[in-house]
């Protein structure tokens, strides 16, 4: 009998690994290049300090080229300290190496007007960049830190005294209860974090009205330990090729899984590959299925996510979260 139990266990276990982790460990390997686990940013004079946010970008083609019109123009209007880049960043199977063309035709060529050539894009891996080899887009930041900073496939940026923000590797199960692994050390830093605002970015949601959906294997056994455990303000992503603003609230009834946590998604996707329509659910607040991107600007007591369309200069949705810091 304990040896069925054994064989059932390491089949489970073996059944979760291979259906989540399938992209990192059978499209490419998982980078362990370290080039440090922490970015430091300082804020603006002004004590405001706002992010582009956008994924799923790397296309390449006319859509990409359209929505980084739009970055320009938001990138000239709030001054960004910079750009969070929510993974797939170059498709369709990622780069192959330094050399690779697209590092031209889907990064560097598309943000070359005068506003964003000067603003650095901090990304995230997606399950498209592990097709062909993640650990290149690590090492890019070495010559090329002043518009690229991605230092390991986990990290943080900190902001002054004014933002935590924790980005993770959604690709693969990633809980090892050593700081190895992304969402262990995430954990670590967000308990440790003094900062009004907690962020934490990956690329796959964890709630969604997308034909994607969100990835239920790696929601229910490894994020949770984040947004169970620490007030996380908000939760970027992509993965759906859409905008979603959606809301869980904590729930006083059950058990303390993921969907008794408190989670705020922003779901920033629509960066330049095609639309993926996205419907209303029961955490649904906002909803806009076009090509957009957008902007998250933080004070000490306030955060205003607004998400702009390709066509016209209002906000497709837009929302300011308050709190009171002594």
């Not at 229910?220 to 007030?231: E, G, Y």
């Not at 908000?234 to 899984?257: A, P, W």
């Not at 806009?288 to 004070?299: D, F, I, P, Q, Y």
Request: with cysteine; glycine share 10%; proline share 5%.
């Amino acid at each position: 009998m304990r040896l069925r139990l054994t064989f059932l266990a390491f089949f489970l276990t073996f059944g979760i690994c291979f259906s989540i982790g399938y992209g990192a460990y059978f499209h490419g390997k998982v980078p362990h290049v370290n080039l440090g686990r922490t970015v430091s940013l300082t804020v603006p004079k002004n004590g405001t300090a706002s992010f582009l946010v956008v994924g799923d970008a790397g296309s390449g083609d006319d859509s990409q080229k359209a929505v980084a019109q739009l970055m320009e123009r938001l990138c000239e209007q709030y001054a960004p300290v910079g750009v969070l880049y929510l993974g797939d960043n170059f498709y369709y199977h990622g780069v192959k190496g330094l050399d690779d063309p697209l590092w031209g035709t889907n990064f560097q060529n598309i943000y070359n007007t005068p506003c964003l050539s000067r603003t650095t894009f901090y990304p995230v891996l997606g399950n498209h960049d592990y097709h062909s080899n993640p650990e290149a887009q690590i090492l890019y930041t070495k010559d090329h830190g002043s518009r690229w900073q991605f230092p390991a496939r986990f990290y943080e940026i900190k902001l002054g005294d004014l933002a935590e923000f924790v980005a993770v590797d959604t690709n693969f199960l990633d809980v090892c209860g050593s700081e190895e692994c992304s969402i262990d050390w995430a954990d670590s830093a967000l308990s440790a974090s003094k900062a009004p605002w907690k962020i934490v970015m990956g690329h796959h949601p964890l709630l969604s009205g997308g034909p994607h959906g969100a990835p239920k294997k790696f929601v229910q056994l490894t994020l949770p330990k984040l947004f169970c455990h620490n007030p996380i303000d908000f939760y970027l992503s992509g993965h759906e090729h859409n905008f979603q603003h959606l809301v869980q609230e904590r729930k006083t009834t059950g058990r303390n899984d993921y969907e008794n946590c408190p989670i705020q998604q922003i779901v920033s996707g629509a960066g330049g590959y095609k639309i993926h329509g996205a419907k209303e659910t029961q955490w649904t607040k906002g909803l806009a299925n076009e090509l957009s991107a957008g902007v998250l600007t933080l004070s000490v007591n306030s955060a205003t996510y607004a998400q702009y369309g390709i066509h016209g200069n209002n906000p497709l949705y837009s929302f300011t979260q308050t709190k009171n810091v002594p």
